[in-house]
């Protein structure tokens, strides 16, 4: 028999990536949208067969349902409908920046969110697999480095503070409930399908549109601060095979090297034949309240346990990044 999936945040970037490999897995993959006037399924042209309710799926596509983790009943009627084996929860407010001004909502989606599936799930009397999206801003001012699991967290912003709670709530749950649930702390990760408020995006987006003579000028915030950056469709496959193993644990999903804002910078424009000093401007107004200044994971015990590696170096990554926003300018502009 096929196994089901549900995706929260299938419309993300994370979520369409994860959405290609269970179907290439032959799963039955139902993914949870939010319903709003206007349409935000480009990343899932190629998977979506249909929306809503019951609706049937066929063996190559995934099914949207209307939802909303704010909305307990919604997520309650779906895990009825659905019955899934595996859930993996990816939806949230991803900005950080952004979670400043909207601390609350914030708060809701990332945090209550992951309780209402939970909870959701503990009285369904279902057992499903859980997956629950962490994230490496929940060490913050980070207290080692590299960071592994064992890292003390150090939250810097409303979003890594939701973070850090639907973290130790999967925790909970998994100890006090025998629930199998694993965190996993991806550190960032980026990919053509990257929102464009994103600082990677920013800048391969930039550079592309300053090569096409389409801006002059790219403005972003701190050029110094440093990320482990990595490529999603490499991420997407340690989420599953979390979801395979005999009992629940925590990963942290990394690369284990570190790069600034200005070498991302660096790479993309030097890719075009352009020096980033010539058109990138600081605007303070990028800035966040509190800065996190760096970032670097431990994935040691994702080797060891899942197997796991990333697959795509980070010039790869950025220069991919760059050919596709070239490419999609390019088609814009016809």
Same mark, same amino acid.
């Given at each position: 028999m096929r196994k089901k999936a549900l995706?929260?945040?299938?419309?993300g970037q994370d979520g369409s990536y994860l959405a290609e490999l269970l179907l290439e897995k032959d799963y039955e993959v $139902?993914?949870?949208? %939010?319903?709003?006037?206007?349409?935000? *399924?480009?990343?899932?042209?190629? /998977?979506?067969?249909? @929306?809503?309710?019951?609706?049937? /799926?066929s063996l190559s596509h995934a099914v949207l349902h209307y939802g909303d983790l704010c909305d307990a009943s919604s997520v309650n009627r779906l895990l009825r409908e659905i019955r899934p084996d595996e859930i993996y929860n990816l939806a949230a407010q991803s900005d950080v920046k952004i979670s400043f001004e909207?601390?609350?909502y914030t708060g809701d989606v990332n945090g209550l969110g992951t309780?209402? +599936?939970? @909870?959701? +799930?503990? @009285?369904?009397?279902?057992?499903p697999r859980i997956y629950q999206a962490g994230s490496s801003e929940v060490f913050g001012k980070a207290q080692e480095s590299p960071q592994k699991e064992t890292t003390p967290f150090y939250p810097r912003s409303p979003y890594a503070a939701a973070k850090v709670y639907a973290h130790w709530l999967a925790v909970n749950y998994r100890e006090a409930y025998g629930m199998f649930i694993?965190?996993?702390?991806?550190?960032? $990760?980026?990919?053509? %399908? *990257?929102?464009e408020n994103f600082v990677s995006r920013k800048i391969t987006l930039g550079a592309a549109a300053i090569k096409l003579g389409l801006q002059s000028k790219l403005a972003l915030g701190n050029l110094e601060?440093? &990320?482990?950056?990595?490529?999603?469709?490499?991420?997407?496959?340690?989420?599953? %095979?979390?979801?395979?193993?005999?009992?629940?644990?925590?990963?942290?999903?990394?690369t284990g090297e570190t790069r600034s804002v200005r070498d991302f910078c660096e790479a993309a424009f030097?890719?075009?034949?352009?020096d980033y000093r010539d058109y990138v401007v600081v605007d303070p107004a990028y800035f966040r309240p509190t800065e996190v200044d760096r970032l670097v994971g431990d994935a040691s015990k994702a080797? *060891?346990?899942?197997?796991?590696?990333?697959?795509?170096?980070? &010039?790869e990554l950025v220069h991919l990044m760059v050919d596709s926003d070239l490419e999609l300018l390019k088609c814009q502009c016809r």
């Open positions: 995706i929260t945040g299938i419309t $139902h993914g949870l949208a %939010r319903r709003s006037s206007s349409f935000n *399924r480009g990343r899932l042209d190629q /998977v979506v067969d249909a @929306e809503g309710g019951s609706a049937g /799926v909207i601390p609350e309780l209402r +599936i939970l @909870e959701g +799930i503990r @009285e369904s009397g279902s057992n694993c965190n996993g702390i991806a550190f960032n $990760h980026e990919s053509p %399908r *990257r929102g601060a440093q &990320r482990d950056w990595g490529y999603a469709k490499d991420y997407v496959e340690a989420m599953w %095979r979390m979801l395979q193993q005999e009992q629940p644990d925590d990963f942290v999903v990394a030097g890719y075009l034949g352009m080797r *060891r346990v899942l197997g796991w590696s990333p697959q795509t170096s980070f &010039r």
